[in-house]
């Protein structure tokens, strides 16, 4: 049996595609595979170059199999596409996979620590925290609006409408609207203190890692962004210079020319996304605004 020097891994929920070569580019192994069969196939097979395209759970499969002594590089899917031959099915995109994991100019994603991934949920459930908090106040309002019951804008606005829906002599709230808006209330001040709590783990998560200090030492990063990219950035090493770090995270306009004009675009949405999840920004502690070494 031929030596199988490079796979394709399509990964999925439940049923995974396996697509794998030689040295001389055949095909050696090409089939579906149930998620409880993956590492004992794994374990089989000889150490290897495994590629699979950087999507859900891919940092998980990518420990795993590093663990079992192959080499694993993670593509950004839309790299991988254009190897992709003419229909879309697990089959092609695993053969698609295996081919681009193979080219000399592809671009890889580094692997994720736990500890990464951990600082990145946290930083992502606060942020669902506070869109669902600004959904419910959004409904409070809308809600006794329909009661000619209104307030300014901000938290104190809220303040008021809650006393209003707490006041029981207030006539202008029927009972089974004051019941409701009055369940969203309780809702709203528990998402508040789930958000502060979220702020205290990601101060400790902050106070904890060492390079996230750092860079909590350049004006006008806080510990909220300062976390958010520690864990987004595998490997600082992977960008060449600062232009290359601003140009992934989306400060600089993407292109869109062709035929010698420029067509800037606006800039991309991970930057946006990035601000989102560290906004409101957290408390620091108090702190010189210097640069280190000036």
């Avoid at 019941?179 to 998402?191: E, H, K, N, S, Y």
């Avoid at 004009?261 to 989102?276: G, T, V």
């Amino acid at each position: 049996m031929q030596t199988t020097k490079t796979v394709g891994l399509d990964i999925a929920k439940s049923v995974f595609q396996v697509h794998g070569i030689d040295a001389d580019g055949n095909v050696v192994v090409r089939r579906q595979l149930k998620r409880r069969y993956v590492l004992t196939i794994f374990q089989k097979l000889p150490p290897c170059l495994v590629g699979i395209e950087a999507c859900a759970s891919s940092h998980y499969w990518s420990r795993e199999l590093q663990a079992l002594g192959h080499t694993v590089r993670l593509m950004p899917p839309a790299y991988v596409k254009p190897y992709v031959k003419r229909h879309k099915n697990d089959a092609a995109d695993a053969e698609a996979i295996c081919e681009a994991v193979t080219r000399p100019n592809m671009r890889f994603v580094p692997t994720k620590t736990p500890e990464q991934q951990s600082c990145l949920m946290l930083h992502r459930t606060r942020h669902l925290f506070i869109r669902q908090q600004t959904a419910i106040i959004n409904s409070i309002r809308a809600h006794l609006a329909e009661f000619g019951i209104v307030a300014p804008v901000g938290r104190r606005g809220v303040e008021q409408l809650l006393k209003v829906v707490a006041d029981a002599n207030d006539t202008r709230l029927p009972e089974i609207a004051r019941a409701c808006v009055a369940a969203l209330g309780t809702q709203l001040l528990a998402l508040k203190a789930q958000i502060l709590a979220f702020d205290r783990r990601i101060l400790a998560w902050h106070r904890s890692n060492e390079t996230s200090k750092r860079l909590d030492a350049i004006p006008g990063v806080g510990p909220a962004l300062a976390t958010a990219l520690v864990a987004s950035i595998g490997d600082p090493k992977t960008f060449r210079s600062g232009r290359d770090f601003t140009a992934w995270i989306g400060l600089v306009p993407k292109q869109n020319s062709s035929g010698g004009k420029d067509k800037p675009a606006r800039s991309a949405s991970k930057a946006i996304a990035i601000c989102a999840a560290c906004s409101p920004p957290l408390r620091s502690p108090t702190r010189s605004h210097e640069w280190p070494g000036r």
